[in-house]
């Protein structure tokens, strides 16, 4: 653990945690004077969390956040797509420009009707 200035900390063998679990912790997460507040009722050097309760955890944080006034946004990992599944979205894709455009429809319509379908195919 670094303090910014490319030094330890001197307490990094306090901070680290122990390799043996000493049993649940209880904690209250939530937003307090505009600030994501996380209260143990004892002091506590770590905790560690499992990776589905750490998930939880970062949602309702997330939504503390957001009761604070905070604007969220996220970014997920781009979707996986197999290169089959792609070229069956490329040729509806082509397949929606065609007959809205033979239908002389206005580009805004052609995009949407294309947003539409790939949309639908992909969910």
Do not use: Y
């Amino acid at each position: 653990m670094a303090n910014g200035n490319g030094e330890g900390h001197p307490e990094d063998h306090i901070l680290q945690p122990p390799t043996a679990d000493t049993g649940a912790s209880r904690m209250a997460i939530g937003p307090e004077e505009g600030k994501v507040c996380i209260r143990f009722p004892e002091p506590r050097l770590w905790v560690a969390i499992d990776p589905p309760n750490a998930v939880l955890m970062a949602k309702h944080m997330i939504d503390c956040a957001v009761a604070c006034g905070h604007k969220v946004t996220l970014q997920l990992p781009r979707r996986e797509v197999s290169r089959e599944k792609r070229e069956a979205l490329v040729a509806r894709a082509m397949h929606v420009i065609r007959s809205t455009q033979e239908q002389h429809k206005s580009p805004a319509t052609v995009a949407r009707s294309l947003v539409d379908s790939i949309l639908s195919a992909i969910d």
